[in-house]
C-alpha cells in the first residue's frame, strides 16, 4: 500500500521577522520511508528590545486509517524556538485521544498514533499542544489547538439498503417499464478518491431485465413476458465502489420479481360438445349437467359468464356460474315431457366478465359449445284434466246422486287404466263419494246448507299396475240453497199489559229470521192464528217490513180473571215452496202506574223494581262460600287435634326411634360400626378401631366369647349391650347399633304350606283352630283340604 507524508510548517510569528528551526526527529515509524512533519515554535530572539505575546498558527495532520504496522504510526512534531535542546522544555498533548490514541515525546516534541484508526468511526481528532518550562512547570507558549485528519482508504464495501426486494409488475409489459430501484451506500469518505462511487450491474436476470449503473433502476429489457409461460423471477444486483474499476469492493442483492397477471387469455372449452341425461320427472331448477371452460388467468381475469344463445330448448333451460369453481350450471326452466320432446340442443357460450382493450387484437374473449340434453322417460302419475274443480248441489238432493266428475289419465305412451278414490282425511263423515272407474261423484249422505256450506274434498287418481303412482286433486263442493226452513222468531217474547192498558195500545213488536238463503231478501208475513183470531183479546198487526206489533183489542184487564195470555203467531214466507210456522207470544197482565209503568204481576215478575242487581246477588254468593269454606276448615282442624299421638308415654311398650342427628365419619368411616359382627356373632375383628376420633390412651378392645349356636336371642342382644357399655373405646356419644342377628331357627320350624307339601305323610292341621279367631281362616282351609281327602 502506497503511504502518503505530508510536511507541515507551524510558524509562531512576532512582530518582526525573525529565524525558524528545525529539529531532527528523534523516532520514526520504521519501515515506511517519510517526510519529517514539524511544528516550529518561535520565541523571543536574543536581539528583541521586548517580549511580545505570540499565539499558535497551526496546519492539519493527515494520517491514513487502517495502519497495519507493527510500530507506532509517526504523525508529527512540535518544536518551539524556545528550546535550546538543553531540555529545559516540556512538551504536553491534550485533546482527543491524546494519551491513549496519540502520545508525544515529552523531550523531542514527536507525535505517534499507538492504534490502528479507523475513519468510519472518527475521521477528525482536535487535540491541544504547550510547550512548558521542567523546572517551573509554568508554560513558555500559550496553549492552542491543531487537528489531525484520517485520511480514507477503501475499507468498506458497498451494502444495500435491503437483503431481498421484491417486486411486481404486469405481464406483457412494454420493453424499459419501471420495476424497482435498489440502493446501495458506501461508508467510506465520498470526498475523497473513488472509494464510495458505486456502479450497478446485473448478475442474474439477463435477457429478462436490466439495472441502470448509477441509479440503481430495474426494467424490463425483454418484451411480452407471459405470466402463463412463466411468473417469478429472480435478479440479482451488484453495487461496486471505485467506479466499478478493477479492486473495488462490491455488495450483492437480490429482487424477487413477479409477474401479475392480465387477460390476454380467453375461456376456451376442452370439448365442443356435452351429453346429459334428464329424466321428465326432474323439478324445476333442478340442475342437469355442469360445464367449464378453462382460462389460464386468474382471479378476476379468469370469471366467467354463461349463457344459452341458441338452440330448441331455450326457453326450456337456463344455465348460471358458479362463482366458486367458474362452472356453468344448466337447470331446468320448464317442465320435461319425454311424450312431447325427448332431445334438446343448445349453444352454450361462455365470455370473460372483465375484458383488457389492449389486447383484443389477440382475438375475442368468448367461446361456444353445443349441449346435447337426452330427455328419459319415467312412470308418472296421472294427470287430472283441471288443476282443481268447483261442483254445486242443491241441498235436498236424493242420496247417490251424482254431482260431478273428475277426469285423470296416464301421461305415459303405455296410457295405464286409472282408479278414483277420496281421501278421507277430507271427508271424515263420508257425505260423498266417488266411482273408482270414471270419477263420477255422488252424495252418500243428506246435505244441509245451514250447517256446512263448503265441503272441500280431495280425489286420488292412481295407476292400477302401479298404485303408488298417484295424484291429488282438490274438489271444492258448494252446497245450494232451498226454502227447508220455516221462518221463527228472532228472539223469544214475554212481554206485560197494564191492566189500565187502553184499546188499539201497541204492547210488544214482533220480528222473524230465516235460515235459509234468499236471493231477493226475505219477505215474512205475520197473522194470527186462526183459532184465536176471533176469540183473542189481542189483534195483530203486519207492518210489511218483516215486522209485526201486538195490540189490545179490550179496554181494561184484570190479573185476578186471567193473568197470563198466549197468542199464537203464524210466520210464513215467500219462497217456494213457503214455509211458515207457528210461534207463541206470552202475555201477562200486570198491575202499572199512571204512566204504564210495571208495579207487579200475579204471577213471577218479568222485571221486579225491588228486586236485587246482579252485583249484589253475585256479593252474596261469594259471601256464603266464603263462609261455608271457613267452616270446612274449621271442622277439619278440629278433627284433627282429637287425633291421639303414636306415643302416649314414656312406658309404651312400643319401640321409639330417637334420632340425634349424627352423620357419622361419611364414606371413609367404614370401621365405626361393623355391622357384620352383629349378623354374625362367629367374625369379630379384634384390630377394628374408629377412624373419625382419636383417643387419647389407646386401648385394646376386649375380646368377648363367641356366643353358643342356641343362644337365645335376648341373651345376645343383652351381651352386645353389656359390651357396648363397657367398652372404653366406645365414641362418647348417642350412637345407633343394629342388634340384627336372627338367630339359628325356631322350634316351630317353618310355617309354609308350601315346604309342608314336600312332606312325605299327611299333616294335621287342627291345631290351628286353636291360634284364635287369627288363623280361623287358615284352619278353615286346610281343615276343608283334609275333608275332601277324606272323602
Known sequence: MMRTYHCFWLLFWAGQPHQSFLTPLSRR????????????????????????KRSWMWNQFFLLEEYT?????????????????????????????????????????????????DREEKPVYILRAQAINRRTGRPVEPESEF????????????????DVYNASIPEMSDVGTF???????????????????????????????????????????????????????QVVIQAKDMGGQMGGLSGTTTVNITLTDVNDNPPRFPQSTYQF?????????SPVGRIRANDADVDENAEIEYSITEGDGYDMFGITTDKDTQEGIITVKKALDFENKNLYILKVEATNTHVDP??????????????????????????????????????????????GTVTAQDPDAAKNPVKYSVDRHTDMDRVFNINSGNGSIFTSKPLDRETLLWHNITVIAAEINNPKQSSRVPVFIKVLDVNDNAPEFAMFYETFVCENAKAEQLIQTLSAVDKDDSYSGHQFSFSLAPEAASSSNFTLQDNRDNTAGIFTRKTRYNRH?????????????????????????????????????????????????????????????????????????????????????????????????VSYNDEGGGEEDTQAFDIGTLRNPEAIDDNKLRRDIVPETLFMPRRTATARDNTDVRDFINQRLKENDTDPAAPPYDSLATYAYEGNGSVAESLSSLESVTTDGDQDYDYLSDWGPRFKKLADMYGAMDSDKDS
Open 69 to 117: 504496522g507493527t510500530d507506532y504510526q509517526y504523525v508529527g512534531k512540535l518544536h518551539s524556538d524556545q528550546d535550546k535542546g538543553d531540555g529545559s522544555l516540556k512538551y504536553i498533548l491534550s485533546g482527543d485521544g491524546a494519551g491513549d490514541l496519540f502520545i508525544i515525546n515529552e523531550n523531542t516534541g514527536d507525535i505517534q498514533a499507538t492504534k490502528r484508526l
Open 179 to 233: 420495476v424497482v430501484q435498489v440502493t446501495a451506500t458506501d461508508a467510506d469518505d465520498p470526498t475523497y478518491g473513488n472509494s464510495a462511487k458505486v456502479v450497478y450491474s446485473i448478475l442474474q436476470g439477463q435477457p429478462y431485465f436490466s439495472v441502470e449503473s448509477e441509479t440503481g433502476i430495474i426494467k424490463t429489457a425483454l418484451l411480452n413476458m407471459d405470466r402463463e409461460n412463466r411468473e417469478q423471477y
Open 277 to 285: 341425461r334428464a329424466p321428465e320427472s326432474m323439478p324445476l331448477d
Open 147 to 162: 487537528i489531525i485528519k484520517i485520511h480514507d482508504i477503501n475499507d468498506n464495501e458497498p451494502m444495500f439498503t435491503k
Open 358 to 403: 389492449r389486447f383484443l387484437y389477440l382475438g375475442p374473449f368468448k367461446d361456444s359449445a353445443t349441449v346435447r340434453i337426452q330427455v328419459e322417460d319415467v312412470d308418472e302419475p296421472p294427470v287430472f284434466s283441471r288443476p282443481a274443480y268447483i261442483m254445486e248441489v242443491k241441498e235436498d238432493v236424493p242420496i247417490d246422486s251424482v254431482i
Open 29 to 52: 515509524t520504521s519501515g515506511f520511508p517519510e517526510k519529517e512533519k514539524v511544528l516550529v515554535l518561535s520565541g523571543n530572539s536574543r536581539r528583541d528590545l521586548h517580549r511580545s
Open 561 to 657: 180473571e186471567m193473568s197470563t195470555y198466549f197468542l199464537p203467531v203464524v210466520i210464513s214466507d215467500n219462497d217456494h215452496p213457503i214455509q211458515s210456522s207457528t210461534e207463541t207470544v206470552t202475555i201477562r197482565v200486570c198491575a202499572c202506574d199512571h204512566r204504564g209503568k210495571m208495579l207487579s204481576c200475579n204471577a213471577e215478575a218479568l222485571i221486579h223494581p225491588t228486586g236485587l242487581s246482579t252485583g249484589a246477588l253475585i256479593a252474596i254468593l261469594l259471601c256464603i262460600i266464603i263462609l261455608l269454606v271457613t267452616v270446612v276448615l274449621f271442622a277439619a282442624l278440629r278433627r284433627q287435634r282429637k287425633k291421639e299421638p303414636l306415643i302416649i308415654s314414656k312406658e309404651d311398650i312400643r319401640d321409639n326411634i
